[in-house]
C-alpha cells in the first residue's frame, strides 16, 4: 500500500528495535551509564518474551557484567548444567563420544530464555527504558543526509486487498539520533540496512532450530543434565544433531537444530525432529510424559567470519542479528548481550563509531575468532568436521593461520530429480505429532484480515521453478506448515507463521520476503 497517510512521530535519544538479551542489555546498560537518556525499545511480540525461543543453555559472563547482583533480583536461572554427554546415534544404539571443551557447560545455567528475557525487560523497566510491546518496526525512517533516522511503525487496520478499515490507525515514525537493530536472526530491517548500505562481505549461514517442551515422569527426571546428539536420523552430510536439557519441575527442552545449507529437497527438518524422539535410546525420556510447547527459530552459524560491517550513520547492529552466535559452544545469548552493553557504552561515551572496535577489544572476539573455522568445516560431511575440529581445538588451538568461508545457503539445494525421496513416518499423536497440532502448541496468532506478511517478489516463482525443478521445498522445510501447493498453485497460509524466518533465508531464488505483520502477531512462547 502506498503511504500517502500523516504519520505522527515521538523523539528519543536511543530508539532500540527488539526486546530481546541484546537490546534490554543495551537498554539497561545505556541507563546505567546516563540515568537521563531517554531510550525506547519496540517489540514486535504481543509481549516481551513472546517471541523468545532458544534451548537454552545460559553462560553468565554478561549477566554478571551487567547485572551483578542478579541472583538477589530474583533472575530465573534455577537450574545449574550438571552432567555434559556427547552423543554419536546410530539407527539403535547410543555411542558416548568424548565432550569437546566447547560444549562443556560447568557453571552454566539450564533456563527458559524467554523467561530471563521477561525478567530482564522487568529490570530495563525499573530503570526507566520505555518498552512498547506489539509495536512492529515495519520500515527504517532515513534522513535527509542518508543516515538511519528511527523506525516506522506498522499500520493497524488494513485489510487483505491492502485496503484501509474503519479500524484503520497509521504507523507512527519513532525518531531518535541513534537506533540500535537488535532483531535477531535474519531480521527483517536488518536485511533492508544490509542490502542498502552493502554492510555483508561474507554471506551468512544458518540452521534452524525446532523445539519442543515436556513435562516428564518425575523418575525419570534428572535436573541439570546436557545431551547432544549427532548422527542418525541424518546422514552424514548434512550438518545438525539434537539437544536435550533436563531442568525445572520434572521439564525437559527437546530439540533438532538442521543446518540450512542441507543439499536434498526432500529433507524436512521438523520431520528429521520427530523421528529422532523414536530413536530406542532416546523414546523412553518422554514415555509417560506429556508435551507443553511447540516452537522454531533460524539461528545465525557463520561466526566471527559472517560479521557485517557493524555500524553506520545513525545506527547500529547488536546481537544475533549481527551474527555473534558461538557455535561449537551452541550458545549466543552471552555474546549477544556483550555486544549490546558495548554499543551502550560506546552510546555513553558520545562516539557510536567505536563499538566495533570494543568488540574486538572484548571478550567476545577471540572467543569467535578460536572457533570460526569449525562450523564451516562440515561443509565435507559429519566424521571431517568431527576430524577437524579435533585437530583446530587440540593441536592448532583456535590459531589456524587460515580462515574458512561461507556460502550462501539457498544455493545449496540440488534438483530433486538428483536427490532420493525420504519416507517419514506417520506421527503416532504420543510421541510423534502432525505439524498443525504442533504450530497449535505455539500459541500461534495473526489477525485474519490483514496483508500476507509473506510476500513473493514474483508470483510465477514458486510454480515454474521451485515446484519444476525442487519439488516445492518451501512444503518441506517451514516448520510451520506455512507453504501448500494446491491445484498448481502455491497457497501461504500466513496466519501459521511462528517467525523463524527460514523460507526468507532457504528460498532458492530469494523470492520469498518475510515482512513483520500487524504489531503483536505471532507466536507466544511462554516457556520456551
Known amino acids: ?12 535519544d536511543v530508539v532500540i528495535i527488539g526486546a530481546g538479551p541484546a537490546g ?32 537454552a543453555v545460559i553462560e553468565p ?43 562443556k557447560n560447568h557453571g552454566n545455567y539450564i533456563v527458559s530464555l524467554g523467561q530471563v528475557v521477561r525478567w530482564l525487560g522487568e529490570q530495563a523497566a525499573a530503570a526507566g527504558v520505555e518498552i512498547f510491546p506489539g509495536f512492529a518496526a515495519r520500515d527504517v525512517l532515513w534522513g535527509e543526509d542518508g543516515a538511519v533516522a528511527g523506525v516506522i511503525t506498522g499500520d493497524m487496520g488494513v485489510n487483505k486487498e491492502g485496503e484501509k478499515t474503519d479500524q484503520f490507525q497509521p504507523g507512527i515514525e519513532v525518531r531518535a539520533p541513534i537506533t540500535l537493530f537488535a532483531e535477531g536472526c535474519r531480521g527483517s530491517l536488518t536485511r533492508q540496512l544490509e542490502e542498502k548500505l552493502q554492510l555483508r562481505s561474507s554471506p551468512q549461514t544458518y540452521g534452524i532450530g525446532i523445539k519442543e517442551l515436556w513435562q516428564i515422569d518425575p523418575a525419570k527426571h534428572k535436573p541439570g543434565r546436557i545431551e547432544h546428539t549427532v548422527g542418525w536420523p541424518m546422514k552424514a552430510d548434512t550438518y545438525g544433531g539434537s539437544f536435550l536439557y533436563h531442568w525445572g519441575e520434572n521439564l525437559v527442552s527437546v530439540g533438532y537444530v538442521v543446518g540450512l545449507d542441507y543439499t536434498n529437497p526432500y529433507l524436512n527438518p ?6 529422532f524422539k523414536t530413536h530406542p535410546k532416546v523414546r523412553g525420556v518422554f514415555e509417560g510424559g506429556k508435551r507443553l510447547y511447540y516452537g522454531a527459530r533460524a ?7 559472517s560479521i557485517p ?42 562516539d557510536l563509531q567505536t563499538y566495533p572496535e570494543l568488540v574486538k577489544k572484548s571478550w567476545i572476539w577471540p572467543e569467535l575468532s578460536a572457533v ?11 566424521w571431517a568436521g ?28 540440488k534438483r530433486a530429480v538428483d536427490c532420493p525421496k525420504i519416507d517419514y513416518p506417520k506421527p503416532d499423536g504420543v510421541l510423534t505429532f502432525d505439524l498443525l497440532s504442533s504450530v497449535y502448541i505455539s500459541n500461534t496468532n495473526h489477525a485474519e484480515n490483514q496483508p500476507a506478511h509473506l510476500t513473493l517478489k514474483n508470483d510465477a516463482i514458486p510454480i515454474c521453478h521451485n515446484l519444476t525443478f525442487y519439488d516445492a521445498p518451501e512444503t518441506r522445510y517451514c516448520p510451520a506448515g506455512v507453504y501448500e501447493i494446491v491445484d498448481r498453485k502455491l497457497q501461504i497460509n500466513a496466519q501459521n507463521c511462528v517467525h523463524c524466518k527460514t523460507c526468507d533465508i532457504k528460498d532458492p531464488l530469494q523470492n520469498i520476503v518475510w515482512v513483520t505483520p500487524e504489531g503483536g502477531g505471532g507466536p507466544l512462547y511462554e516457556r520456551m
Not at 299 to 305: F, K, M
Not at 314 to 338: D, E, Q, R, Y
Not at 372 to 382: E, S, T
Not at 389 to 396: E, G, H, K, R
Open 309 to 350: 560491517a557493524l555500524t553506520f550513520k545513525g545506527g547500529a547492529l547488536i546481537g544475533c542479528g549481527a551474527g555473534f552466535l558461538n557455535v561449537p559452544k551452541i550458545k549466543g545469548t552471552h555474546t549477544a548481550m556483550k555486544s549490546g552493553m558495548l554499543a551502550a557504552e560506546a552510546i555513553a561515551a558520545g
Open 1 to 12: 500500500m502506498e503511504d500517502v497517510v500523516q504519520r505522527d512521530f515521538i523523539e528519543y
Open 61 to 103: 559472563r554478561a549477566l554478571n557484567e551487567l547485572i551483578p547482583d542478579w541472583k538477589e533480583k530474583g533472575a530465573p536461572l534455577n537450574t545449574q548444567a550438571k552432567d555434559d554427554h556427547f552423543i554419536f546415534l546410530t539407527q539403535k544404539k547410543k555411542i558416548k563420544l568424548p565432550t569437546p571443551p566447547q560444549m
Open 372 to 382: 570460526r573455522n569449525i562450523r564451516p568445516a562440515f561443509r565435507f560431511g559429519l
Open 270 to 275: 521438523y520431520q528429521e525432529f520427530q523421528r
Open 299 to 305: 539461528i545465525n552459524e557463520g561466526g566471527l567470519q
Open 386 to 413: 568431527l576430524l577437524y575440529s579435533a585437530l583446530d581445538t587440540f593441536i592448532l588451538r583456535g590459531k589456524a593461520p587460515w580462515t574458512f568461508k561461507h556460502h550462501p545457503d539457498h544455493e545449496s539445494l
Open 24 to 55: 534490554l542489555s543495551a537498554a539497561i546498560r545505556l541507563k546505567q551509564l546516563k540515568p537521563d537518556m531517554r531510550v525506547c525499545v519496540l517489540e514486535k511480540g504481543k509481549e516481551v518474551g513472546a517471541h523468545t525461543l532458544s534451548g
